[in-house]
């Protein structure tokens, strides 16, 4: 595994806060002194200036890091829309230096870090006066490599592989591949699995059943 990485998804609401904290809730396990970054972040509920519900306050309390959920975040808003639309409306605009500096402070903390993105990779962050800065852009001024989160069912494969290819023709890494709600007594999951692999010659690292509390990562990824 990369000292620092990358989580996407093949879309919104595919369960890439639930993969981030069991990924850092084993990786604490196991003793790595990892830690999670989430750069912007809508749709949250605070009280007098702090988080006090949101992706964050969930990571930080399932793999129980020693922080805040304020202090794992450059960016937040209440409204629940794509970042660019909520710093738009909160008269904002996302500044790329201000998540750099939040995660070189971050770094500095940890061993290992867990950056978790917004929605896909093409998720726009700044898409105004003629600027269009998604995602991948900030992926790759942060130089990191990704996995990426899918479901396991039906219709993923044709989402993985358009992310997949998105991010190579992007010159982005990708460490590996998350099946979400995966059912391994379904047929159709299993095959998935198989043809994601030999579709895109990219190994899938784990894979997740519904309300499951723990993650078994292929033993490669921590070496």
């Given amino acids: 595994m990369s000292k620092n990485i990358f989580i996407t998804a093949t879309g919104t609401d595919i ?3 639930y993969i981030s904290a069991l990924i850092l809730k084993k990786m604490r396990e196991e003793g790595f002194n990892a830690g999670y970054f989430k750069p912007v972040l809508s749709g949250v509920v605070e009280k007098g200036g702090k988080l006090v519900e949101s992706d964050c306050n969930y990571v930080v309390s399932t793999a129980k890091i020693p922080t805040t959920a304020d202090d794992c975040v450059a960016y937040w808003w209440k409204e629940a829309v794509s970042p660019h639309l909520a710093s738009q409306r909160a ?32 998720c726009p962050l700044r898409v105004q006066n003629g600027e269009k800065y998604l995602l991948k852009d900030l992926i790759k001024d942060l130089g990191l490599n ?5 479901d396991g069912g039906l219709g ?23 099946l979400n709600n995966f059912n391994p007594d379904s047929f159709m999951h299993q095959d998935n699995l198989k043809q994601v692999e030999y579709l895109t010659g990219i190994k899938v690292i784990a894979t997740v059943e519904k309300n499951q509390t723990d993650i078994k990562l292929l033993e490669e990824f921590f070496k």
């Fill in 146 to 150: 990704i996995i990426i989160v899918a």
């Fill in 15 to 17: 369960g890439k806060t």
């Fill in 91 to 122: 008269g904002e605009t996302i500044n790329t230096e201000r998540i750099k500096k939040a995660f070189e402070e971050k770094q500095n903390q940890y061993d290992y870090l867990l950056v978790e993105g917004a929605g896909g990779i093409t």
């Fill in 156 to 178: 993923t494969i044709n989402s993985i592989l358009l992310t997949v290819e998105y991010a190579r023709q992007n010159n982005i890494n990708i460490e590996g591949i998350i």
